[in-house]
């Protein structure tokens, strides 16, 4: 075990130091080559890291697990948002809700808000577009708005969300769920680093499953709409799980407003445009257009959300990976839905499409620096078949040991 231990301790210090080297990288948001790069070095020193040292005979005491996974959060904090510029959207929302607006109704562009301009405008995402996060988000941004102006401040639902969910697993299911959690690069940089609000989802949706919880499915709704498809699944589970729709519900009434723009462009992850595309290709080669691609990956994530599975675990697992598959637009931290997934079944295929993730930030280069976003690209090819014959070689693997 003490050898073990000093193994995970010298890949431990590997990955402290490439997120260290990451966060002075990513000052650069012009060129986020270097960046990128970078990240997926530091996913696949990790990828090697758990698949040789994270046995029980390596990991050693929970405190040594957890200890790393707290400085790597440390270090992810100072991070700049190099692949995102969703914190500037969150706080342009959280600044027009203490001004009197609407983010449901209100968009960025309007001039009847210039008064929120400020050096960060330019850097906030959708100016034509209105809110589209569940009620619980805008409710965070206000307040974290409320509490500082700065931008950074806008992390801290992330980051404290992040470290609830690693101290849930690790005491759910012990020291290797939260080694495979808590030092898995795409955790570290997506929500200490990059502050994505999809930590208060999987937070949401882990609780749900662990207590079989009405009030967590409501609050994991009301972060991202996608989880109202597992009603189906949860309801079968336990009926009581059934008022869960009354949380969302609860917290938009502030907002109350129509909000059908909203969801017309909300729907448009599932075919509206395209980024990082897997199977949606497929579908858009039978469809006679685009829109209607999207009702057809609409209906068939519904119909795997409502096929009866053996358990709930099981059934969130299929819908969650129909979504991701299927959907047109998949951004690379839409992977850290899978996490908790990961942690607790270390399936390689997850490992390996979470680990090669990074490099569908490829785009962002000519984004940046010519303006014109590439929907896919070769790394998608990479990215997906290596998952795919990572995928086929564990089940002959399974199916042989059977």
């Not at 470290?163 to 769920?177: D, E, I, Q």
């Not at 909300?266 to 009702?295: D, H, Q, T």
């Amino acid at each position: 075990m003490v050898v073990g231990m000093r193994a995970l301790g010298v890949g431990g210090s590997v990955l402290g130091a490439g997120l260290l080297a990451l966060a002075g990288l990513a000052q650069d948001r012009s060129h986020p080559t270097s960046a990128i790069v970078l990240y997926l070095l530091i996913s696949l020193v990790y990828l090697i890291l758990v698949t040789y040292f994270s046995g029980p005979r390596h990991l050693g005491s929970l405190r040594f697990v957890l200890a790393f996974a707290l400085l790597f959060r440390l270090e992810a904090f100072w991070m700049a948002s190099v692949f995102t510029d969703d914190l500037y959207r969150y706080r342009w929302e959280g600044r027009l809700q203490l001004a009197g607006g609407n983010p449901y109704q209100e968009r960025p562009g309007d001039p009847r808000w210039s008064a929120l301009r400020d050096e960060t405008f330019p850097l906030v995402d959708g100016k034509d577009f209105k809110a589209v996060y569940g009620p619980l988000v805008e409710h965070l941004q206000r307040e974290m708005a409320r509490l500082s102006g700065s931008v950074w401040i806008q992390k801290l639902p992330a980051i404290l969300a992040d470290l609830a969910l690693l101290l849930l697993l690790a005491r759910w299911h012990g020291p290797r769920a939260a080694l495979l959690y808590g030092w898995c690069p795409l955790a570290v940089v997506e929500f200490a680093g990059m502050g994505h609000n999809d930590a208060l989802l999987i937070l949401a949706l882990t609780l749900a499953l662990r207590y079989r919880s009405g009030l967590a499915l409501g609050l994991a709704i009301a972060v991202k709409w996608w989880p109202a498809l597992l009603l189906p699944a949860f309801i079968r589970a336990d009926r009581r799980t059934a008022w869960a729709v009354l949380v969302p519900v609860v917290l938009f009434l502030p907002y109350g407003s129509d909000v059908r723009e909203n969801a017309d462009f909300a729907s448009g992850f599932l075919g509206g445009w395209s980024n990082n595309p897997s199977l949606f290709w497929l579908i858009e080669l039978v469809a006679p257009s685009r829109a209607a691609a999207k009702y057809i990956v609409l209906g068939l994530v519904a119909a795997v959300a409502c096929w009866p599975l053996r358990g709930l675990e099981q059934s969130v697992l299929a819908t969650t990976l129909a979504i991701l598959l299927l959907s047109a637009n998949v951004h690379p931290w839409y992977l850290t839905w899978l996490l908790p997934h990961w942690a607790v079944l270390a399936a390689p295929p997850l490992a390996v499409w979470m680990a090669l993730t990074p490099l569908q930030y490829w785009g962002l280069t000519e984004w940046r620096q010519a303006g014109r976003w590439v929907e896919r690209g070769p790394w998608n090819a990479v990215v997906y078949g290596a998952a795919a014959v990572t995928f086929i070689l564990w089940l002959e693997r399974r199916r042989r040991v059977q």
